[in-house]
T-cell receptor
Framework: AQSVTQLGSHVSVSEGALVLLRCNYSSSVPPYLFWYVQYPNQGLQLLLKYTSAATLVKGINGFEAEFKKSETSFHLTKPSAHMSDAAEYFCAVNISPWSGGSNYKLTFGKGTLLTVNP | DAGVTQSPTHLIKTRGQHVTLRCSPISGHKSVSWYQQVLGQGPQFIFQYYEKEERGRGNFPDRFSARQFPNYSSELNVNALLLGDSALYLC????????????FGQGTRLTVV
């Protein structure tokens, strides 16, 4: 079974400040990990994904995340927040294709709402 | 190139009614997955279809069913609607069964009154 815990349902930062959104996962097999962003009344947009290549993953809009197996974490960061980053962010886990499993589905965390103050 | 399209965008139904939601995946994608997102929560997996066969089912009652057509589009059906079925229903498409990169549609907002 897999699960995702996102620490902090709401994170507030000032424009230009560092953004840090926390995600811890649990998986009995090697995982693939994802960060998605959701703007109000819209679907999910993929920000970045970890697929067992580089542990530091760069995504769109200046976001990046680092996979740390020892800490079972995949935290999302951005050096300088913009007003346009205000949205809800979801971390998700799937099993890797080479894990030998058969149930390929995304398991999401509960989300973190990011607000950016001027 | 068109992304994942879902219809309708909004829907209001009465308790006990039946609803059908539709999804067209990205051209060339053979996998369609359905998710339910209740307000304030992350999406929950309902079904995955790949090559027109059910490949995965989440923890949802039998009132929920789905199918995939030869052109890889999909329908999600919900019978005997309950107030608790009110949610945003998201469709995701991916090329392969492994969902290594899933693209989501805008969703269908279902309100049950």
């Amino acid at each position: 079974a897999q699960s995702v815990t996102q620490l902090g349902s709401h994170v507030s930062v000032s424009e230009g400040a560092l953004v840090l959104l926390r995600c811890n996962y649990s998986s009995s097999v090697p995982p693939y990990l994802f960060w998605y962003v959701q703007y109000p009344n819209q679907g999910l947009q993929l920000l970045l994904k970890y697929t067992s290549a580089a542990t530091l993953v760069k995504g769109i809009n200046g976001f990046e995340a680092e996979f740390k197996k020892s800490e079972t974490s995949f935290h999302l960061t951005k050096p300088s927040a913009h007003m346009s980053d205000a949205a809800e962010y979801f971390c998700a886990v799937n099993i890797s294709p080479w894990s030998g499993g058969s149930n390929y589905k995304l398991t999401f965390g509960k989300g973190t709402l990011l607000t950016v103050n001027p | 190139d068109a992304g994942v399209t879902q219809s309708p965008t909004h829907l209001i139904k009465t308790r006990g009614q039946h609803v059908t939601l539709r999804c067209s995946p990205i051209s060339g994608h053979k996998s369609v997955s359905w998710y339910q997102q209740v307000l304030g929560q992350g999406p929950q997996f309902i079904f995955q279809y790949y090559e027109k066969e059910e490949r995965g089912r989440g923890n949802f009652p039998d009132r929920f069913s789905a199918r995939q057509f030869p052109n890889y589009s999909s329908e999600l059906n919900v019978n005997a609607l309950l107030l608790g079925d009110s949610a945003l229903y998201l469709c995701a498409s991916s090329f392969g069964r492994e969902n290594t990169e899933a693209f989501f549609g805008q969703g269908t907002r279902l309100t049950v009154v």
